[in-house]
């Protein structure tokens, strides 16, 4: 598998776990990523998505979405998906 990188962590909140994350490319629901930092290395697939409270399949560059995760990330972390 490559990795293709697609955006970063802007914010993590841990209440429901989930990281904020600035795209620069696209991203859909049921695709895997991988977020990697300095003391970060997580792989999720992607189960929901959300832009502004709303829940949405598809997310394109530009755009700021919260994405459900299952540990601790970082301001930072790079996003990668997995293709």
């Known amino acids: 598998m490559t990795e293709e990188p697609i955006g ?17 490319g696209t991203l859909k629901v049921g695709d895997t990523i991988r977020i990697k930092g300095h003391t970060s290395e997580l792989q999720v697939q992607v189960t929901s998505m959300q832009i502004h409270n709303q829940n ?4 394109k560059a530009g755009d700021d979405v919260g994405i459900k ?9 790079k996003v990668y998906k997995l293709i």
């Open 56 to 59: 949405v399949s598809e997310a």
């Open 8 to 24: 970063e962590v802007t914010d993590f909140f841990s209440r429901p776990v989930v990281a904020a994350v600035h795209l620069t």
């Open 69 to 77: 995760v299952t540990e601790r990330v970082r301001r930072g972390d």
